[in-house]
């Protein structure tokens, strides 16, 4: 079954306190997405990756770290947590090869709500 | 700034009507404008996107009309179900650059039996 998997789904921290939210595909797909979805905001950009080694920042990058060292895995990272990154986040990822309308579905894992207080 | 709009924030309609919610923006470089429907505690899923060499799609109940004069594009679900009730995004991205993804600010649409 395709699937995007995020761990863990929730999180309770304290600021300062540096956290991994992992994230794994299992569609061979060569872009991964990260997002956070605030309310009244939707969901908004922090990073994304086009291929092993190679991220770029979203709209809302600031706070936030991501690496890819494996085509399945994109963590997102958190050095230094603070209440105002207190959301809700999504991994996505989708094929950047195939055909126009493959290549343009998004598939979101479930979510990871995070409290930092 | 949001660079997609989206109205109304909620939505209620009965069972058999007709919901419609509206996005839009203003970057004409925009060309591949997807709706995501999201239920409690899942990711968002695609549900029907639109290109704007074309006025309409329809996929199902599920119908995008887009207005490129006015940069402005709807999602309109007929014969509203009780299932339906989830919350729809509206988004928007371009073809030479299919990394970044903007989307609406989000309408939860609640059917009533």
């Known amino acids: 079954e395709a699937q995007v998997t995020q761990n863990p789904r929730y999180l309770i921290t304290v600021t300062g306190k540096k956290l991994t939210v992992t994230c794994s595909q299992n569609?061979?797909?060569?872009?991964m997405s990260w997002y956070r979805q605030d309310p009244g905001l939707g969901l908004r950009q922090i990073y994304y990756?086009?291929?092993?080694?190679?991220?770029d920042k979203g709209d809302v990058p600031e706070g936030y770290k991501v690496s890819r060292k494996e085509k399945r895995n994109f963590p997102l990272i958190l050095e230094s947590p603070s209440p105002n990154q207190t959301s809700l986040y999504f991994c996505?990822?989708?094929?950047?090869?195939?055909?126009?309308?493959?290549?343009?579905?998004?598939?979101f894992g479930a979510g990871t709500r995070l409290s930092v207080l | 700034q949001q660079q997609v709009k989206q109205s109304p924030q909620s939505l209620i309609v009965q069972k058999g009507g007709i919901s419609i919610i509206n996005c839009a923006y203003e970057?004409?470089?925009?060309?591949?404008f997807p709706w995501y429907q999201q239920f409690p505690g899942k990711g968002p899923a695609l549900l029907i996107a639109?290109?704007?060499?074309?006025s309409e799609k329809k996929e199902g109940r599920f119908t995008i009309s887009f207005n490129k004069s006015a940069k402005q594009f709807s999602l309109h679900i007929m014969d509203s179900q009780p299932g339906d009730s989830a919350t729809y995004f509206c988004?928007?991205?371009?073809?030479?650059?299919?990394?970044?993804?903007?989307f609406g600010s989000g309408t939860k649409l609640n059917v009533k039996p």
């Open positions: 996505a990822s989708r094929a950047l090869t195939g055909s126009y309308g493959a290549k343009n579905i998004q598939y």
């Open positions: 569609m061979n797909h060569e872009y």
């Open positions: 990756s086009m291929n092993v080694e190679v991220t």
């Open positions: 970057n004409t470089a925009f060309d591949y």
């Open positions: 639109i290109r704007p060499d074309v």
């Open positions: 988004a928007a991205s371009t073809r030479s650059n299919f990394n970044k993804f903007y």
